[in-house]
């Protein structure tokens, strides 16, 4: 009888061992997932960065020809402004209107000096902004004006040329 017994508690702790290693197998299977899809995740977004560093070497390169590299030129050269949301006037009542503007820029080098300016920028663009009425903008005609006093202004902060255009990524009127 005592031999059984044996026999039974060795079944058990055999039981035991091996609901453990496969607990301790699954912990690490799921560690190893996690560790993979982080990798692939953080991996993905340093893959992009050196993708935007050859669009920018392929700009700085391609700029002197004239046709090389338009696309990662663009990509490289555009510099995003923070939202501007200011009061406008439609006639009645006082609106708010959200623009999110972005410069165009003539080579990537440029985007120090927006940046060390970038006060004396938001600050002309918000009273450019806060002189419009709802009817001045809401045109396509309107907005290319803006578009263009907003460069005519950007051009006596920076030397004329640095900026080349002025996209509108956002114009809401509410």
Same mark, same amino acid.
Not at 26 to 53: H, N
């Given at each position: 009888?005592?031999?059984?017994?044996?026999?039974?508690?060795?079944?058990?702790?055999?039981?035991?061992?091996?609901?453990? &290693?496969?607990?301790?197998?699954? $912990?690490?299977?799921?560690?190893?997932?996690?560790?993979?899809?982080?990798?692939? *995740?953080?991996?993905?977004? +340093? /893959?992009?960065?050196?993708?935007? /560093?050859?669009?920018? $070497?392929?700009?700085?390169?391609?700029?002197?020809?004239?046709?090389?590299? !338009?696309?990662? /030129?663009?990509?490289? @050269?555009? &510099?995003?402004? !923070?939202?501007?949301?200011?009061? #406008?006037?439609?006639?009645?009542?006082?609106?708010?209107? /959200?623009? +999110?503007?972005? &410069?165009?820029?003539?080579?990537?080098?440029?985007?120090?000096?927006? !940046?060390?300016?970038?006060?004396? =920028?938001?600050?002309? #663009?918000?009273?450019?902004? @806060? @002189?419009? *009425? =709802?009817?001045?903008?809401?045109?396509?005609?309107?907005?290319?004006?803006?578009?263009?006093?907003?460069? @005519?202004?950007?051009?006596? #902060?920076?030397?004329?040329?640095? #900026?080349?255009?002025?996209? &509108?990524?956002?114009?809401?009127?509410?």
């Amino acid at each position: 009888m005592a031999a059984k017994d044996e026999q039974v508690k060795d079944e058990q702790a055999s039981g035991s061992k091996k609901k453990l &290693f496969i607990i301790i197998g699954a $912990a690490v299977a799921a560690v190893v997932v996690i560790v993979v899809v982080l990798m692939m *995740t953080m991996g993905g977004g +340093k /893959k992009e960065g050196g993708a935007e /560093k050859k669009a920018e $070497a392929k700009s700085e390169g391609g700029h002197g020809g004239g046709h090389g590299g !338009e696309a990662g /030129k663009a990509a490289v @050269t555009v &510099f995003p402004l !923070e939202p501007f949301i200011v009061n #406008i006037y439609d006639g009645q009542e006082v609106r708010y209107l /959200k623009v +999110k503007v972005e &410069f165009e820029m003539s080579a990537p080098e440029v985007k120090a000096e927006v !940046e060390a300016r970038q006060a004396p =920028l938001r600050d002309a #663009i918000l009273v450019l902004l @806060t @002189t419009k *009425t =709802l009817q001045e903008v809401q045109d396509l005609q309107g907005k290319n004006q803006l578009r263009e006093e907003i460069l @005519t202004s950007v051009n006596k #902060i920076l030397p004329p040329g640095k #900026i080349t255009k002025v996209y &509108f990524t956002d114009f809401v009127v509410q």
